[in-house]
């Protein structure tokens, strides 16, 4: 190796010079372990992450539903009349629409108090746009009257609503995925008698330690 005369110390010192650093790759072995583990940690997060996703459509189609009740529901007490809400696979614009069980899209309408009224259109929501494979089990109408509460009308006014008696415990809608699997977390949304528009979860009881829960059946 050559040596070099250091000027900064003076003449007749000699100085080695430093050893060049050379780089360093990955080897190809190094290479196939790492994508190995990632596969394998990728194959490890799928299941959990199709999960959330399928549970988060679910969560999301009865945000929307629990939102349109609750709509048609302060409509009716605003406006001092009733108010019907209806399922629709058509895209509601105006009272044109038909109201169908398992319907992908939510409106609310006034309910006609004479023959010659015409139902007018307050609000529409989308139910299933990014909720692909939901289902919703339940009433396609419900009518809510002056007061907010429920109410029986077999002609609310909109092509194929009926809104039939509640129950003693109001009405009832699960929300599942059509194609249920394991780690699936179905929700529900209740409507009281008196008007009162919850989500819960029917996989667990309502109490004070579980305020989430759906009400025991009677």
Sequence with gaps: MPLFLDCEKGAGVLMQPAPVQRQRG?????????????????????PSMIGWVRNNKMRTVSDSLQNGLRLAQTEATRRNRQIVFSLTNDKPTSS?????????????????????????????????????????SGPKS???????????????GVAGAVCDPPSAAGYSSAIQ????????????????????????????TLSASQPDGCPAAP
């Design 26 to 46: 990955f080897t190809l072995v190094e290479l196939i372990v790492t994508v190995a583990i990632m596969a394998i940690l990728a194959a490890l997060a799928t």
């Design 142 to 156: 419900i009518c809510f009257n002056s007061l907010g509460r429920l109410v029986p009308n077999p002609s609310p």
């Design 177 to 204: 995925m059509s194609d249920v699997v394991e780690g699936d977390r179905p929700l529900r949304v209740t409507v009281a008698l008196g008007g009162q528009v919850r989500l819960c979860d029917p996989a667990r």
């Design 96 to 136: 044109t629409y038909t109201a169908v069980a398992n319907g992908s899209n939510w409106a609310v309408n006034t309910v006609t108090l004479m023959t010659a009224e015409t139902s007018a259109f307050v609000e529409a929501g989308i139910l299933r746009d990014v909720g692909s494979n939901v289902t919703i």
